[in-house]
């Protein structure tokens, strides 16, 4: 589909400045050709509806109403949907991003080579390894249209990795974090950085529990995390 950029701000009831920020910004699934917007019509709407905004079709009805965004979820549900994976064999960073974007449950294939480049777009700007051993790759933008709900895909290397990371040490395990919008990838980063903070768990993650035992544990950090309620 296309609309010229005015026609489209007006659609969405955004400024067209703003509108043309977003575009620059890669965090609207649409292109530019000269003063043209070309878009998916569908993968539009989903991105409007998880931002809450309006997105009007231009004909007699009235525009679709924002919807309400869902209610942010904890980590043991995300990561129990992204799931979790052992002996990842990499050489390298690319190789180790291309590895656990083959992992993420539930993709269509072109969704994944977007994946990816998105998270090598992001490891290109600084390192998401944040130390002690652990990197929580994840692309700079939401990835709008790709997944409706939050998860977090675990993937312990085969062997450790150097990620030129914070602190220099080699990771071992990538929590992979794809979020449908900002405020949840906020909500799910510090709810895993205030786990990975903790040296008995990065010990127990070293050996490499099962998914029930990983999940067990997440469970006991989030109790504390709520009983503080953060």
Request: aromatic share 6%.
């Amino acid at each position: 589909m296309k609309l010229k950029i005015q026609d489209l701000a007006k659609r969405l009831a955004i400024p067209a400045g703003t509108l043309e920020r977003w575009i620059r910004q890669g965090r609207i699934p649409i292109y530019r050709e000269g003063e043209t917007c070309v878009f998916r019509r569908s993968s539009l709407e989903r991105w409007a509806s998880v931002h809450n905004l309006a997105f009007s079709s231009g004909g007699p009805e009235a525009a679709v109403p924002p919807v309400r965004p869902p209610a942010l979820e904890n980590l043991l549900p995300v990561m129990k949907r992204g799931g979790t994976f052992y002996d990842i064999e990499a050489s390298g960073v690319d190789s180790a991003l291309s590895a656990a974007a083959s992992m993420i449950p539930g993709l269509a294939a072109s969704d994944r080579e977007e994946l990816l480049a998105g998270l090598r777009e992001r490891e290109q700007m600084t390192s998401t390894g944040i130390g002690k051993g652990v990197a929580i790759p994840h692309p700079r933008t939401p990835p709008a249209g790709m997944i409706q709900d939050p998860l977090i895909t675990t993937c312990f290397l085969g062997q450790p990795l150097d990620f030129s990371a914070v602190d220099d040490r080699p990771v071992f395990v990538l929590f992979v974090m794809l979020s449908p919008s900002i405020k949840a990838h906020l909500h799910l980063l510090s709810r895993l950085s205030f786990c990975v903070r903790n040296d008995a768990f990065v010990e127990f993650l070293k050996e490499r529990p099962s998914p029930d035992d990983l999940l067990s544990r997440i469970a006991k950090f989030e109790l504390r995390l709520d009983s503080t309620g953060t």
